[in-house]
């Protein structure tokens, strides 16, 4: 089983900037592992529906963003480190949530729904004030 873990959460005030982490770890039953997964991130704002933020391909070659946050939101992976990023710039209030860490090893190119993706991480909260 591949776990993942997110980091990098917290407060920020509005035009700020956070960089969210996601260390993955172990393998799958085939033995497959980090660089095998297509990786992305999602986030559940109060109230509403978990909805796609970014994703990212094996390599890293390809990535999708939200309309919501193209432009501001740059993810990526370092397949060295088993990890993937979230850089988010230019906060606004209407991004806080809690946000999740998602693997693909179904061979997803730009996945976009929840389905798509087999492993998740437990969250990390994300709070920008205005």
């Known amino acids: 089983q591949v776990q993942l873990v997110e980091s990098g959460g917290g407060l920020v005030q509005a035009g700020g900037s956070l960089r969210l982490s996601c260390a993955a770890s172990?393998?799958?039953?085939?033995?497959?592992?980090?660089?095998?997964?297509?990786m992305g991130w999602f986030r559940r704002i109060p109230g509403k529906e978990r909805e796609f933020v970014a994703s990212i391909s094996r390599t890293g070659a390809i990535r999708s963003y939200a309309d919501s946050v193209q432009g501001r939101f740059t993810m990526s992976r370092d397949n060295a480190k088993n990890t993937v990023y979230l850089q988010m710039n230019s906060l606004k209030p209407e991004d806080t949530a809690e946000y999740y860490c998602a693997g693909s090893t179904k061979g997803v190119v730009r996945g976009k729904n929840e389905y798509e993706y087999e492993f998740w991480g437990q969250g990390t909260q994300v709070t920008v004030s205005s």
């Open positions: 172990g393998r799958t039953f085939d033995g497959r592992t980090f660089p095998d997964c297509a």
